[in-house]
């Protein structure tokens, strides 16, 4: 499949549903930076270790070049996204379904974002994906289960795997700095906070930039006529445009998020943001290293949690806690629907 960016401009301007199909994309990757980055700084600034603009551009720069970097060295989250599900062979209808299921992401995240609520981009973009093939096919056989249950392995990994890595890292730090003058070591933090914040930004573009990217890759290949995207490439200009909109998107804040995250749910010092940000990362390359789609907001949150745990269990605010969860249980069913029903509506308009 040619995936040239001259080709792809020509079918751009060529053919309308592929362009607003490129649109709805770039829009619900800036969504993602705008509502789902911050998670990856908000503890950095509720520590105050960085003040929040400051932060917000750090983020950005290093959302860019996680795309950018690890979608290079390994686009296996890509791939997995864009085999999850069957669109049919009829490539016209399913590129009208792909728009639907793209529109439903950009409605649900921006309405949970105005209740400044963390939200799921991945499981919107999954529950988007899947109920435009459901509304295609008119039952299962569109939804290839070996690579959707991945997201069932993820959901439970993120959540396991983040906490205890949180639990580990932060009591391994509070063992060893038992003797460690308070002040020296609130200094040394704040600079290995903002590494962390840093490298917990990096994975999120890492993670989240391959999904869409291979959303994109849908679209191109419906638009050739091509059912799936097998033998296609994922060329530099694509991670460059998907990169730099993420960072955009980022870089316009999350101020809401950032106090839900790293203020609301657990009051932290500066060693233990410092060890949410570690495990939240180590858990996003995990993942990402072995094609698993997982939630950014799951494994910083779970991450928390894990942390909070090591002082004491009522450390944690679960009033927040429950609000994310429900969230999270609401986006499959949720943007699902919409997008089956916009799936249904778009198929018959077009």
Known sequence: MDVSLGLFLQQVLSNPILAITVLLTLGVIFVNGWTDAPNAIATCISTRCMNVRPAIIMSAIFNFLGVLIM?????????????????????????????????????????????????????????????????????????????????????????????????????????????????????????????????????????????????????????????????????????????????????????????SVGMDMVKLEKFQGFSADLAGAISILLSTLFGIPVSTTHCKTSAIMGVGAVKRISAINFAVVRDMMLTWIFTFPGCGLISYVMAKVFMFVF
């Open 71 to 259: 979608t290079h060295i390994n686009a296996s989250v890509a791939s997995t996204i864009s085999n999850m599900v069957d669109f049919g062979t009829n490539t016209n209808e399913a590129l009208v379904a792909l728009c639907a299921a793209l529109f439903s992401i950009v409605v649900y995240s921006v309405g949970a974002s105005i209740f400044g609520i963390p939200t799921s981009e991945s499981h919107s973009l999954i529950a988007g994906l899947t109920g435009a093939a459901l509304a295609i096919h008119g039952g299962l056989d569109g939804v290839n289960g070996a690579e959707w249950v991945k997201v069932i392995y993820g959901l439970v990994l993120s959540l396991v795997v983040g906490f205890a890595l949180g639990w580990g890292i932060c009591k391994l730090l509070t063992i060893a700095c038992v003797n460690v003058d308070r002040r020296r070591a609130n200094g040394a933090f704040t600079y290995l906070q903002i590494l962390g914040a840093a490298f917990m930004s990096f994975m999120h573009g890492a993670q989240d930039g391959q999904k869409f990217i291979g959303v994109l890759l849908l679209g191109v290949a419906f638009c050739n006529g091509q059912p799936d995207v097998s033998g296609a490439v994922i060329p530099v200009w694509l991670m460059l445009l998907c990169s730099t909109v993420m960072g955009v998107g980022t870089s316009v804040g999350g101020e809401k998020i950032i106090k």
